[in-house]
């Protein structure tokens, strides 16, 4: 046996979406329903696991056995369901991901959307949702049936057919790994998934006990907020959009909207009656309650007090980079206040009401939601984070050698960046340091081909900067850093040369090829982007731009478009992912023990008092062979719980 296809249907008492997969098999009424497998071409079986069949023997041991290849869609969850099965832990080595297949193949990351997307004759049923909902999901009113399972007894005529649907997954998959049998995730590329999914399996340590009373704290707030809001306005539901309108119309003081900048502005209106401010107030208050998150993390805390899969694998499916999953460790807030450990400890005191006097409550429990993720006992935090990463790659993809410079003599590369643009020295706490403020906006919104509307995105006028200036300082951006200007349409070009011509054309690091019907751009890395069924359109501003097919913003498949500054961007950001990637290899080949890692940052877990921050630096900033004078730079430091240095 080679390959092994599987799919399989489960019950679990565990909310899936809420919890995630590990969780959900931890369930006290957790199990197997249906196994389906092809073994090698054979034809489909489906063992009925939830009426007394047995998965064959051969098929078990194929389960742990590294040298069978075990194929299945979002395979993490056959991988973790199937461990809690067969009473150990199969190891992510052998299994392949019939998703991540799909994501790196530039394709949705849903069995059905890529089904329809390759126009395949096998498509998934339909009628798979109803038939989960009934035999996979607790029926609250059925008490008769440990977990309010649903048995096939009940429904002899829907058992039938989930099996067939469960049949049908694994034609659909096998299916699919046949049409994208031309562009296959490398070796390499799978051993980065294998190294995900083993910190996905050590998951992160979540300290509960504070947990519980951050969330205590953050729920008797909202209430106090919540019956101060019903006082001042008399309203049954004062969060309730339409009440509230309707209230501010009555007080003269109607809001186009209740928006987060809307709300913001009149409150800083001097025209705004008291009452209605503090209403407001109050509104502003109750959205910035953090409890959702620590609520959260409590779904997902498993057996072992862990959270487990908040990462996930080429969730990115455009660049590769991966995504946040639960309690979203991509996207917490930032902690700046002073005091944090004795924040902290009056928040795991659990004492409302001081807290109340003492804080800025919903501020305060967003700054702390980091510190919620703790290492193991005897252990500490060792985080370590890129410098800079993107804007050194696209200086290196672009060959801008003063850039390249600045980076290897450690410069400042706001300073230096504001002293090309603007002809003078600059000085972070000296000569015309007034100047690094308008070269750091530059620096963070031009890269791209970002020009006004990018500079105000990035907050350009809030931090001072006048109208007037923004369009010089693009000018001025783009004058000193021509190498990067001319990588955008040197990528622009030599994309559409391939589209158009089927000719091999190359050009930032990068070859760009006509694959069957999609674009290949071929990364320094030797990793593969994909861009489906492109063509050659007149763009908004009579520039001529690329259409294809890949997901919108909407996560649906339909037409994209894309230019040469877009590419860059793609490309940077993905080769910023590739070495990411090769870090973490590095990290876990010398038995370092990464817990989670955020964007360009490893939160790897170290005995306590022992330095090991010099060494996970080195071995994040040896860059690899294709990355051959990449200046790379890393910082590190410790910690007790999750923070910012």
């Known amino acids: 046996m080679r390959d092994l296809s599987i799919d399989i249907e489960t019950f679990s008492d565990v909310d899936l979406a809420s919890s995630g997969v590990y969780k959900y098999a931890q369930g006290e009424h957790f199990q197997i329903l249906l196994f389906a497998y092809r073994q090698d071409s054979g034809p489909v079986r489906v063992v009925d696991v939830a009426q007394g069949e047995e998965i064959p023997a051969r098929i078990l041991h194929a389960l742990s056995d590294p040298m069978v290849r075990k194929h299945a869609f979002n395979a993490q969850f056959e991988r973790v369901c199937l461990s809690r099965h067969v009473g150990q832990w199969l190891e992510p080595e052998g299994w392949f991901c019939t998703m991540v297949h799909s994501l790196y193949a530039g394709l949705p990351g849903q069995l059905k959307q890529v089904a329809k997307a390759l126009h395949l004759d096998e498509q998934k049923d339909p009628a798979g949702v109803r038939l989960i909902r009934k035999f996979s999901v607790p029926n609250p009113r059925n008490t008769l049936t440990p977990g309010g399972q649903t048995l096939p007894a009940s429904d002899p005529d829907g058992w039938e057919k989930f099996k067939t649907y469960c049949t049908q997954d694994v034609e659909v998959e096998t299916a699919i790994r046949q049409a994208l049998q031309d562009c296959v995730p490398s070796q390499d590329v799978w051993e980065e998934y294998w190294t995900d999914q083993a910190i996905n399996d050590r998951g992160v340590r979540l300290d509960l006990d504070f947990i519980n009373a951050a969330e205590t704290i953050g729920s008797y707030h909202w209430d106090q907020s919540m019956a101060e809001a019903k006082r001042l306005t008399g309203l049954d539901n004062p969060n309730s959009v339409t009440q509230l309108h309707d209230w501010l119309d009555a007080q003269g003081a109607g809001l186009p909207s209740l928006t987060k900048k809307t709300v913001?502005?009149?409150?800083?209106?001097?025209?705004?009656?008291?009452?209605?401010?503090?209403?407001?107030?109050l509104r502003q208050d109750m959205s910035r309650t953090s409890t959702k998150k620590y609520a959260t993390m409590l779904d997902c805390a498993g057996q072992d007090s862990r959270a487990h899969g908040l990462l996930q694998f080429y969730g990115a499916g455009r660049t590769g980079r991966w995504a946040g999953r639960l309690i979203q460790v991509q996207n917490l807030p930032r902690n700046h206040m002073t005091g944090l450990d004795q924040a902290r400890r009056i928040v795991s005191s659990c004492a409302p009401q001081t807290v109340e006097v003492l804080?800025?409550?919903?501020?305060?429990?967003?700054?702390?939601?980091?510190?919620?993720?703790?290492?193991?006992?005897?252990?500490?935090?060792?985080?370590?984070?890129?410098?800079?990463?993107?804007?050194?790659?696209?200086?290196?993809?672009?060959?801008?050698?003063?850039?390249?410079?600045?980076?290897?003599?450690?410069?400042?590369?706001?300073?230096?960046?504001?002293?090309?643009?603007?002809?003078?020295?600059?000085?972070?706490?000296?000569?015309?340091?007034?100047?690094?403020?308008?070269?750091?906006?530059?620096?963070?919104?031009?890269?791209?081909?970002?020009?006004?509307?990018?500079?105000?995105?990035?907050?350009?006028?809030?931090?001072?900067?006048?109208?007037?200036?923004?369009?010089?300082?693009?000018?001025?951006?783009?004058?000193?850093?021509?190498?990067?200007?001319?990588?955008?349409?040197?990528?622009?070009?030599?994309?559409?040369?391939?589209?158009?011509?089927?000719?091999?054309?190359?050009?930032?690091?990068?070859?760009?090829?006509?694959?069957?019907?999609?674009?290949?751009?071929?990364?320094?890395?030797?990793?593969?982007?994909?861009?489906?069924?492109?063509?050659?359109?007149?763009?908004?501003?009579?520039?001529?731009?690329?259409?294809?097919?890949?997901?919108?913003?909407?996560?649906?498949?339909?037409?994209?478009?894309?230019?040469?500054?877009?590419?860059?961007?793609?490309?940077?950001?993905?080769?910023?992912?590739?070495?990411?990637?090769?870090?973490?290899?590095?990290?876990?080949?010398?038995?370092?023990?990464?817990?989670?890692?955020?964007?360009?940052?490893?939160?790897?877990?170290?005995?306590?008092?022992?330095?090991?921050?010099?060494?996970?630096?080195?071995?994040m900033t040896s860059p690899p062979q294709w990355a051959e004078g990449l200046p790379l730079n890393a910082d590190a430091y410790t910690c007790p719980y999750y923070q910012k240095d």
């Open 264 to 281: 913001a502005q009149a409150l800083k209106d001097p025209d705004t009656p008291a009452p209605v401010k503090r209403v407001l107030e």
């Open 359 to 619: 804080y800025d409550v919903p501020d305060t429990l967003s700054q702390l939601i980091r510190t919620a993720l703790i290492p193991s006992d005897g252990c500490e935090f060792t985080v370590a984070d890129y410098s800079a990463i993107e804007a050194r790659v696209i200086a290196w993809l672009a060959g801008e050698t003063w850039r390249l410079e600045a980076f290897r003599n450690g410069e400042d590369i706001y300073c230096t960046t504001a002293s090309r643009m603007f002809g003078v020295p600059v000085e972070k706490h000296g000569a015309n340091s007034e100047l690094r403020q308008k070269g750091k906006v530059a620096e963070l919104a031009c890269g791209y081909g970002g020009s006004v509307g990018a500079l105000k995105a990035m907050g350009a006028m809030e931090m001072g900067l006048a109208e007037g200036e923004l369009k010089p300082i693009v000018k001025a951006w783009r004058d000193s850093s021509p190498a990067i200007v001319n990588l955008w349409w040197d990528v622009d070009r030599a994309a559409q040369t391939a589209i158009t011509t089927s000719r091999t054309v190359w050009a930032g690091g990068c070859t760009f090829t006509k694959h069957g019907n999609a674009l290949r751009v071929s990364l320094p890395s030797g990793r593969d982007l994909y861009y489906h069924q492109p063509r050659i359109i007149a763009g908004k501003y009579g520039r001529p731009v690329i259409a294809f097919q890949g997901m919108n913003s909407m996560r649906a498949w339909g037409k994209q478009e894309t230019y040469g500054p877009k590419l860059v961007e793609n490309i940077t950001q993905a080769t910023a992912r590739d070495l990411l990637a090769h870090a973490l290899l590095n990290l876990e080949k010398a038995g370092h023990r990464t817990v989670m890692h955020v964007h360009d940052e490893v939160v790897v877990e170290t005995p306590t008092g022992e330095n090991h921050a010099d060494q996970i630096v080195s071995l």
